[in-house]
């Protein structure tokens, strides 16, 4: 999958390609002009270009692997547990909070191999990784079909996991690098959509087909996806920002990234809320459909129905973070969405059906908000040479956060079978961390290149 046919590497590309580096080149060594002149050498289109789709299809084909052990999570825990008419989360799902919590958690540390992937993006390439990563990560989703008990479950699919993610995280790389900053919001809010589209797919065919199929049946229909993106490899793009940048570099970057110590502290920012986001999303997106199927007892159309509403909240929600990105801010826009979500996701478990349809569809709609402001201003932070490490950094980040939100959460809700308390207790803390988007600077209407010009970048 990592052959290069792409049309724009044929003779002519090429042709300019040089042309663009000996420019890039002779910027740098006479060491007097700035960013603006050097984007000239770019080839960047708007958030409907080409390249752009195509890059959406990754992420398409990333997000239905991805979301596969949280939409089947409770036909899993029923098909590897017991299930009693008691009043535990064990009776009721057929496996502890505790230990849906464990295997959840071990599925997320697993996508710590994402840093070293995603790392490798600036060092080989986006494209690269994008198709090698989202292929391997997808065989190994259908492989899980295959799984002869629970703990089998979580490794083989922990196992995909790292390339997952990284496929997912490396397209919205690239779509923010093939843009402009007028459009680039408009691009990262599209490949969250994409990205929404391919999970929305594995819970809608699970909520409709859950008896036919079962949890299996939803695993091997990742060879879909996999097949798409074995049809689209030609297309796939490898950005132009990217191979300028490489061909300046005297040497390549080690595969794990490392952050030199003037990009250090927007990181670290940009990590934190990372972190703090994924202590809820990680609990509230992996209980979610365990919590409506084996709690609640939805109906699947009531659940289909619900997913569907989110889809389109979703969109909406994309639709008005990216302009709230583009006219208010990335700053306000990201603490906004952020703030929203968590009291979204509280609704979602406080106890009664109508609650918990409406706070999730909200929290579609919220993190659809936070998702344009949040990505963007993650990739205009950092330049070009190491933007796809920052990525992998910030990846890990979410991991961790992602880690500490489901234990605790499962945990909590052991606890007197209480998953309102544990919501309670696990989410509302956070939201005072959104003050730390202040921390860093607004890269609304900048680009990149201004921010780090090519000489203080290293590129």
Not at 81 to 108: F, K, M, N, P
Not at 228 to 252: K, Q, S, Y
Not at 313 to 318: I, P, Q, S
Not at 427 to 454: N, Q, S
Request: hydrophobic letters at 55%.
């Amino acid at each position: 999958m990592g052959d290069d046919p792409n049309p724009r590497h044929g003779a002519r590309a090429v042709r300019s390609r040089g042309a663009r580096v000996r420019y890039w080149r002779g910027e740098r060594r006479g060491n007097d002009r700035k960013a603006g002149a050097a984007l000239s050498a770019l080839e960047l289109g708007s958030w409907l270009d080409p390249r752009v789709l195509v890059l959406a299809v990754v992420a398409v084909a990333a997000g239905f692997g991805q979301f596969g052990a949280v939409a089947t999570l409770g036909d899993v825990a029923k098909g590897f547990g017991h299930v009693a008419q008691r009043a535990t989360v064990a009776d009721q799902a057929g496996l502890s909070g505790t230990e849906l919590g464990i295997g959840l958690a071990v599925i997320r540390l697993a996508s710590l191999g994402g840093l070293v992937l995603a790392g490798l993006a600036d060092r080989v390439g986006r494209r690269a990784v994008m198709l090698w990563a989202g292929g391997a990560g997808l065989i190994l989703t259908v492989l899980a079909a295959v799984s002869p008990g629970y703990w089998w479950f979580v490794a083989i699919f922990a196992a995909g996991r790292p390339a997952l993610s990284a496929a997912g995280s490396v397209s919205q790389v690239a779509a923010a690098e093939e843009t402009t900053a007028a459009h680039r919001a408009k691009a990262v809010a599209l490949i969250a959509a994409a990205y929404a589209v391919g999970a929305g797919a594995t819970a809608v065919l699970h909520s409709l087909a859950s008896g036919p199929l079962g949890f299996r049946g939803i695993f091997a229909l990742a060879v879909v996806p996999l097949g798409l993106l074995v049809l689209v490899r030609r297309r796939v793009p490898e950005p132009t920002r990217f191979e300028v940048a490489a061909a300046a570099r005297d040497h390549p970057l080690p595969v794990l990234g490392p952050i030199e110590p003037r990009f250090r502290g927007r990181l670290i920012v940009v990590a934190a809320l990372a972190l703090a986001v994924a202590v809820v999303t990680g609990p509230a997106n992996s209980f979610v459909f365990l919590y409506a199927q084996n709690v609640m007892h939805l109906a699947g159309w009531v659940t289909a129905l619900m997913v569907v509403a989110a889809g389109v909240a979703g969109l909406a929600g994309l639709a008005a973070g990216q302009w709230l990105a583009d006219h208010l801010g990335r700053r306000p826009t990201g603490a906004l969405g952020m703030v929203l979500l968590v009291l979204a996701a509280v609704v979602a478990y406080s106890g009664s059906e109508a609650a918990l349809i409406g706070g999730y569809v909200a929290g579609a709609a919220c993190g659809a908000i936070f998702a344009p402001a949040a990505g963007s201003l993650g990739n205009e932070l950092f330049p070009t040479s190491v933007r796809a490490s920052a990525t992998g950094w910030y990846l890990a980040a979410g991991v961790v956060g992602a880690i500490i939100g489901l234990l605790a959460f499962g945990a909590l809700a052991d606890i007197g079978n209480r998953f309102s308390i544990a919501a309670l207790l696990t989410f509302l803390p956070i939201v005072p961390l959104a003050l730390l988007f202040w921390l860093v600077p607004e890269t609304k209407g900048r680009e990149p290149e201004d921010l780090w010009p090519a000489g203080e970048a290293g590129e």
